[in-house]
């Protein structure tokens, strides 16, 4: 039944009943709400990042050196990226993006404060061949 009443909906009133909808479950219950959020995120973006939870996970990030934030932006990493020969087939430069950072964030202070070691250690976590595609996003939904 759901998919006839969507295909009657328009675009503006779907919108807000799904949002008004997503807000009753996440206070009806949070577990749900939270698997409810990854399923549709997972559904419009795959199992990597976009830019804009790229965005909204740097702004949460506490760094061990006391800021706050990435430390590299795309372009940057990017670049970074090209110097360690790094392809983007498993995983995007979001997913890169977030995963250097995220070493940086956790490891300053306890290993060599260069931006190749960062590179490496990022290089090394998503080229994990043991570990299934999305590795990233699977990590920051882990530890949110």
């Known amino acids: 039944m759901y998919r006839e009443l969507i295909d009657h909906i328009s675009d503006e009133k779907l919108r807000k009943a799904f949002i008004n909808t997503l807000a009753t479950i996440k206070d009806m219950n949070s577990e749900v709400y939270e698997c409810v959020e990854k399923k549709i995120y997972k559904e419009a973006y795959g199992n990597h ?3 804009w939870l790229l965005n909204k996970a740097l702004a949460e990030m506490e760094n061990e050196d006391g800021t706050t934030g990435g430390r590299w932006g795309l372009t940057d990493s990017k670049q970074i990226a ?5 392809s983007f087939d498993s995983f995007n430069e979001y997913d890169w993006n977030y995963v250097l950072n995220m070493m940086y964030s956790d490891y300053y202070g306890s290993v060599s404060n260069d931006t190749t070691t960062y590179g490496k250690m990022a290089k090394k976590f998503l080229c994990d061949k043991d570990a299934k595609e999305g590795k990233a996003l699977r990590y920051y939904f882990a530890m949110k």
């Open 82 to 86: 090209l110097s360690l020969n790094v």
């Open 49 to 51: 990042f976009c830019e």
